[in-house]
């Protein structure tokens, strides 16, 4: 079986790139198609696969402002070429389901989001910092370009949302069902530690929406120590906010962010995210979470075993949490046992799962006259013993 892989961009390095990388562990020869493809911003191990970016990453600039040339991603989506290939698997938070493969093929779409930049585009511009100019430019794009994401959306076969918010957001948009698979978290990057620090973690891209700075003023007001991991356009603004007793850490990866999640007291998570994998990670090291009541972090914080939830958006609805938390009252071990639930391991075999299903649904449905009834469930790849395991 034909097995093609798509993604939105390939340009930053993200949550949803870590989903593409399990994607491949499962599928190892499927090529990878997407819009704009920039080398140097992903790992290394991404130099191997069969990346096959389309015409819109030929145009100067537009792998690396990618921003600046949304409007033509649906139009470069539609110009990949897809034929022959059996099972579709689409990763995709702005136009990746947009694509157009043979009539017989059947198309799995993961949806991290209904694209913000069409469905939420005032939010989104304001977000991003747009200028008065660049919203007028966008502006008379939207209508055509929603009309033809809803028409795209119909012609995927099976959607898969990543929590509760997005599912929703799946069916009010296009009106389509799909089932939940929460994003993995890297279990084996992260353990408890003996003994933990006093100190409160925030670790994000340090961006306005993100609203690192409530937990920059609740820890001011009530002198805790926190650490702000991460860079971002908002430092600069964060760093004057921030009292004595709050240091920046920068941008950290590997050994160093797994320690600074393994000694913290908690991590902060004072964002509405979609999902939400620092969280998990937090779990992962054995860390109780303190996050925003809404969205994504619905599906993973349970409140007195794994972390709290704080109401509002503000610094006094989180100072309000952290007067009364008490980091000890927590049991690492039921911590880590929680993020188990949620590692590479059980998303690949639910990936799995859940792709086979509807690929003999999609097999069952289609005339024998179509040229591929021959095909069976069994031609989708098992689940290695040690990746299930």
Known sequence: MKVALVHDALNQ???????????HALFPDAPVFCPVYLPEAMPRAFDAWDIRPSWLARLPGA??????????????MHSLDLTGYDLILSSSFNFAHNVVGDAEACHVCYCHSPGRFLWDFHNYARREGFSPLKRAAVLPFLPHLRGQDIASAQLVDHWISTSRTVQRRVLRTYRRRSTIIPPPVDLAAFHPARTHGRYLLVLMRL??????????????ALGLPLVV??????????????????QFA????????ARLFAECAAF???AAED???????AMASGRPVIALGQDGALDTVVPGVTGEFFDAQTADSLVTVLRHFDPDAYDPAAIRAHAEAFGSSVFRQRIHDVVTAAYRRHLGGRPAAAGRATHAARDIPQVPADMAA
Not at 250 to 257: F, I, P, Q, S, Y
Not at 275 to 281: D, M, Q, V
Request: hydrophobic share 40%; glycine share 10%; with cysteine.
């Open 268 to 270: 902060v998570l004072p």
């Open 63 to 76: 792998n690396r402002y990618h921003r600046a040339v949304f409007p033509l991603y649906p139009f470069a």
């Open 207 to 220: 961006v306005p929406w993100k609203r690192a700075d409530i937990v920059i003023e609740a820890c001011n």
């Open 275 to 281: 999902f939400g994998i620092t969280p998990l990670e």
């Open 250 to 257: 920068g941008r950290v990866e590997g050994e160093a962010k």
């Open 13 to 23: 390095y993200g949550g949803a790139e870590k989903v593409l990388e399990e994607f």
């Open 229 to 246: 991991a991460g860079d971002g356009r908002d430092r600069a603004r964060l760093e004057r906010l921030a009292g004595p007793t709050v």
